[in-house]
């Protein structure tokens, strides 16, 4: 139909906006008509129906139209181009890229909310979702769940440089200075000269611009704007020539958390059937993960540790895995006194206590393929509860053995952290040495939250603040129910050998709260395995109406 909006990319927020427009506008047709048409005796059938509606429900209330926001003219407010590094708990959302028909909000659609009303980008419509206007790139993109402490985002943002005076026709340059004095509402002015400033007064000439103390508090505002669960921490004034937070990026950390143990121990839970080491139900061998980590690192084709997407006819699965380790994260434990108490804990179990731990698997990379991280932890677990061996790593990694995946389920997204992303100066000539990633260091100038202004931070609406409040809902959480946990485990009688024949069914862990049961467990490498990638592509490609992909590529490229 011709004329029909598109309301595909548009906003929750400007979605409702415009209900509330309609809504308005359904509402004056029926008296336009009438005041047009019906005589001043007719009696009036809305007026009336509305009466009887508002004696019903015993009060009125009348449709005002939305207050239209004050739009600020982009020509009169200089430009920058800036990175921003924010972090996110993502549990709550739907991914970090906006999905226009998603069930749950996004973090960019958040992102692009506190954006548009702080006035520091000026799209053609603020209620659709296009970062076309303002250079925008991304650095990950983090699947629903996952959550993000160092996410880089690269953009151009409205700034608070004055513009430069141009002269006009006749020499009067009074309308250009006074654009270029304009102080933008949504933030006060620069530190020096703000009180001049405040007053009316104009910059002085002989004042050079300081790209960080003068400029607007970019983290101060869009936190000021964003969901608590969403947060600024630093911003790069001056990110190299051609940045791209996506093609710049040449390392990538990610951190998966688990507990140990990895679920509630049973000790009437059997172990499964077909394993090759005994580790009782609910405990994880960290010794045997570990030995399957360190064979993740070094260049190979990762195509058995992830997922395919036959449409994006991807044909290099080979990634470089500089770090791959399992660590213990510190001071992060809550006793559970029950889990050392006989019957609940294995024989000989390492370390000293408390229990549970928290560890995490600790992996450094170029680039990732698309759910890699979850197939390659979902294999440690596997590991880790002795249903496989660590060399199951190194066989997956035989592609020319093995060139389609064998079928089993990847690990849950919530405890996956895109922990940081590492932008190194590419001029230097040791970067490209495989034999030391380790030097690799960003070399970006991150100004982070507080640097500009200590209340940032620490203040009553800082950042520090606002994180407080999340960790402390979740901290009471955490403390009573493990209080119920300890308060159930001390009471009744325990397991006993009867209850241990009686059980039929054991548990697999795959990152979620609890084990899966799984019945007679399958080893990975007796599983059905998947088409291979070439394989899905050829199919794909048949289906567009090609003989092979090889030939949908070359008419392509020819096109």
């Not at 400033?197 to 104009?202: F, I, R």
């Not at 688990?258 to 059997?270: E, G, K, L």
Request: proline share 8%; hydrophobic share 35%; aromatic share 8%.
């Amino acid at each position: 139909m011709a004329g029909e909006t598109n309301y595909n990319n548009w906003t929750k927020s400007g979605l409702i906006q415009r209900l509330k427009e309609l809504e308005v506008e359904l509402e004056k047709r029926p008296q336009a008509r009438k005041a047009g048409s019906a005589p001043e005796t007719e009696p009036n059938h809305h007026a009336s129906a509305v009466t009887m509606s508002d004696d019903m429900s015993g009060r009125a209330k009348k449709a005002k139209a939305p207050k239209e926001k004050r739009k600020m003219d982009p020509s009169r407010y200089s430009t920058r181009f800036i990175a921003l590094k924010l972090a996110y708990l993502g549990k709550n959302y739907g991914g970090f890229e906006f999905q226009a028909m998603g069930n749950r909000p996004s973090i960019e659609e958040e992102l692009w909310n506190a954006l548009t009303r702080a006035c520091l980008i000026f799209p053609e419509d603020e209620r659709v979702v296009q970062f076309d206007c303002c250079d925008y790139s991304k650095c990950g993109r983090t699947d629903r769940g996952v959550s993000a402490f160092g996410q880089v985002v690269g953009l151009r943002v409205r700034s608070n440089r004055p513009l430069a005076k141009k002269k006009s026709i006749n020499g009067n340059a009074a309308a250009a200075a006074a654009a270029a004095q304009d102080v933008p509402a949504v933030e006060a002015g620069p530190q020096r000269g703000r009180q001049a400033e405040a007053q009316g007064q104009p910059r002085q000439e002989s004042e050079p611009f300081d790209d960080v103390r003068d400029e607007l508090c970019y983290p101060r505002i869009l936190n000021r704007l964003l969901p608590d669960d969403i947060r600024i921490l630093a911003w790069c004034p001056s990110p190299p020539p051609h940045f791209s937070a996506r093609f710049s990026c040449r390392e990538r950390q990610y951190r998966y958390f688990f507990t140990q143990p990895a679920f509630a121990p049973d000790p009437a839970s059997p172990h499964p059937s077909g394993a090759g080491r005994r580790v009782d139900a609910g405990w994880l061998d960290i010794g045997a993960m570990r030995d399957a980590a360190k064979r993740y690192e070094g260049e190979h084709d990762f195509r058995n540790f992830c997922k395919t997407d036959p449409a994006k006819q991807v044909t290099n699965f080979r990634r470089r895995i500089f770090e791959s380790d399992i660590v213990e994260v510190q001071d992060a434990s809550s006793a559970l006194p029950y889990l050392q108490t006989r019957g609940s804990s294995p024989p000989g179990l390492p370390g000293p206590g408390p229990y549970p731990k928290a560890y995490y698997f600790h992996v450094r990379g170029s680039a990732f393929l698309w759910h890699q991280i979850r197939h390659m932890v979902a294999i440690l677990f596997l590991v880790g509860q002795g249903l496989e061996p660590p060399s199951l790593v190194s066989e997956l990694l035989d592609t020319a053995k093995h060139p389609g995946r064998p079928s089993y389920v990847m690990a849950d997204e919530v405890p996956l952290v895109l922990w940081d992303c590492i932008f190194p100066d590419i001029s230097k000539t040791d970067y490209a040495a495989a034999d030391a990633p380790s030097t690799r260091e960003d070399s970006m100038r991150w100004i982070h939250v507080g640097e500009e202004h200590p209340p940032d931070k620490f203040g009553q609406f800082g950042v520090m603040d606002s994180l407080w409040q999340a960790w402390r809902g979740h901290k009471m959480d955490e403390l009573l129910s493990s209080q119920l946990l300890q308060l159930a485990s001390r009471q009744g009688r325990g397991p006993t050998a009867a209850d241990a024949s009686a059980s039929a069914s054991a548990r697999v862990f795959e990152g979620g709260d609890s084990g899966r049961l799984c019945g007679k467990y399958v080893p990975v490498m007796e599983r059905p395995a998947l088409q291979s990638p070439e394989e899905q592509s050829d199919r794909y490609a048949q289906r567009k109406g090609y003989a092979d992909a090889q030939e949908m590529h070359a008419q392509k490229g020819a096109a």
